[in-house]
């Protein structure tokens, strides 16, 4: 299989990134049997976080505390050494996939990142700021395309943190559409999904066949499909 590189990016913090990453590589990798590393480029380390809460241990296929890496940006050479670092653990790590955890703010960040990545998964929460920020990493997206002269990257919405009670909640998949892109699997606001990252694990590990689980499955289908119509 080749390499297929995915960005979860939006310019807000606090839309859900990390969990995406996170959780959506670990179906990926348990469930589907693709070699997956979570790329974490937040200066915040979200995502390095909760895998140092991890226990080491035989969790077949993915292993937070295996297969979440760090990386910098360096802003005097950003493309060529992140190019460098992004090679050098692609090798190292033999993955297939690789999703990667992308700064919020920083639209040069945004850009390298989306200008090396087959999909760009941008969540989006019920917020009118989140929906403003969306809006700039479609852009983004678009940009990217221009630059390569094709479909890629990949651009599709995701509704996160979603309250299905709310009226923002339940329209949110239509407003995101205005947009122009592709609107994938909602991801709704559950405690389980706090919860698993203070014990250091993922959905499928803290709540395996929960209800947040079966929506990470059902994002993780979505990507396959994509990746097969690429």
């Not at 639209?107 to 760009?120: E, G, H, K, N, R």
Request: charged share 20%.
């Amino acid at each position: 299989m080749k390499l297929f590189i995915t960005s979860c990016l939006n310019l807000k913090g606090g839309c859900g990134k990390s969990t995406v990453c996170i959780n959506l590589a670990a179906c990926l990798a348990t469930r589907h049997n693709l070699k997956v590393m979570v790329v974490d480029l937040d200066p915040q380390r979200s995502a390095t976080r909760w895998a140092m809460q991890a226990q080491p241990g035989k969790i077949k296929n993915f292993n937070l505390s295996k297969h979440v890496y760090p990386l910098t940006l360096d802003f005097d050479r950003p493309a060529l050494r992140f190019k460098q670092d992004l090679d050098k653990l692609i090798t190292d790590t033999k993955s297939n996939l690789i999703i990667v955890d992308t700064p919020p703010e920083l639209q040069d960040a945004a850009l390298l990142t989306a200008l090396i990545s087959d999909l760009i998964l941008v969540p989006v929460t019920p917020s009118p700021l989140d929906l403003w920020a969306a809006e700039a990493a479609v852009e983004i997206g678009r940009e990217a395309r221009k630059e390569h002269g094709s479909n890629k990257p990949r651009i599709t919405l995701l509704p996160s943190k979603i309250q299905p009670h709310t009226v923002l909640g339940r329209e949110l998949s239509d407003t995101l559409a205005a947009l122009g892109e592709p609107v994938g699997p909602s991801i709704t606001q559950r405690v389980a999904l706090v919860e698993c990252v203070v014990a250091g694990q993922t959905i499928d590990q803290y709540a395996p066949r929960s209800p947040s689980h079966i929506e990470f499955e059902t994002l993780a289908k979505y990507v396959l499909g994509v990746m097969k119509g690429i």
